[in-house]
């Protein structure tokens, strides 16, 4: 499972567990890996059209932290839209668990 795949399964754990309990318990690790990867595959589809023109006199660190910017701006978007969708009630006030064990994903 890649970060956004795992990211995803401690944001859905903590805070949207009646949609996380819509997957069945032997599905979840699949329906995660398949996530990350769309969330991955739309970030590199969007980060070009952020990218912008370079400007004539542009040197390369210069160039990295535009190519950057534009990756970390279609990563917000993405996570935003197909991750961390409205917290349940309830659920508001809890920290995120990044240490989840992966029996986690068990009910």
Same mark, same amino acid.
């Given at each position: 499972?890649? +970060? &956004?795949?795992? =990211?995803?399964?401690? /944001? ?7 949609? !996380?309990?819509? =997957?069945?318990?032997? #599905? +979840?690790?699949? &329906? &995660?890996?398949? $996530? ?6 739309? =970030?590199? *589809? +969007?980060?070009?059209? $952020? ?5 004539? *006199?542009?040197?390369? @660190?210069?160039?990295?932290?535009? !190519?950057?910017?534009?990756?970390? %701006?279609? %990563? #917000?978007?993405? !996570?935003?839209?197909?991750? /961390? @969708?409205?917290? #349940?009630?309830?659920?508001? *006030? $809890?920290? !995120? *668990? ?10």
């Amino acid at each position: 499972m890649n +970060r &956004f795949g795992r =990211i995803a399964q401690q /944001y859905w754990t903590t805070y949207l567990p009646s949609r !996380l309990a819509q =997957i069945p318990p032997a #599905e +979840r690790m699949t &329906f &995660f890996e398949q $996530l990350g990867r769309e969330v991955q595959q739309e =970030i590199e *589809d +969007r980060a070009p059209a $952020l990218e912008g023109t370079p400007p004539p *006199d542009e040197g390369y @660190l210069e160039t990295v932290g535009r !190519l950057r910017m534009a990756t970390a %701006q279609a %990563q #917000e978007a993405v !996570l935003a839209e197909m991750v /961390y @969708l409205p917290k #349940e009630p309830g659920t508001e *006030d $809890l920290e !995120l *668990d990044t240490d989840l064990p992966p029996e986690a994903m068990r009910p």
